[in-house]
């Protein structure tokens, strides 16, 4: 299958299956023991669609455990990570919509790898 954008980050990698002006439908997988950057965004709402694995996500003060099945509502300007902390790769599907969907709308809050940016400092 040839996908839109493929990257590896730290935590995993992900494929953009597709993206037009208002929302966009990638397949994420988080490496056992990595989680993504605690982060919110201005411009997006997010739903994560768990296909393989398990993990926890983190919405605002909630930690949700997800399993294969289930769907987790991001809203818009929410503080948000997902964690695998188990040995299998943890898959999802996550849609994102709103009015820009570029990935520099991403303010790190937290980062494992040294990615918080600077206007998340405020924070």
């Known amino acids: 299958m040839q ?3 493929e990257s590896t980050r730290p935590w995993g990698r992900y494929q953009k299956f597709f993206h037009d002006e208002v929302i ?3 397949r994420l997988e988080v490496y056992p023991r990595s989680r993504l950057s605690l982060q919110k965004h201005q411009y997006r709402f997010e739903k994560w669609i768990i296909v393989e694995g398990q993990g926890l996500a983190v919405i605002d003060d909630q930690q949700i455990t997800v399993t294969p099945g289930m769907v987790v ?3 818009l300007g929410s503080v ?7 040995d299998d790769p943890l898959v999802f599907i996550e ?3 709103g009015d820009y969907l ?3 709308d991403i303010i790190r809050l937290k980062d494992d790898y ?10």
């Open 102 to 104: 570029g990935e520099d």
């Open 3 to 5: 996908y839109l954008e």
């Open 114 to 123: 040294n990615r918080v940016t600077e206007e998340s400092l405020q924070y």
């Open 95 to 97: 849609v994102a919509y």
């Open 80 to 86: 948000h990570r997902m964690c695998n902390l188990y």
């Open 24 to 26: 966009w439908v990638k």
């Open 73 to 75: 509502d991001i809203p």
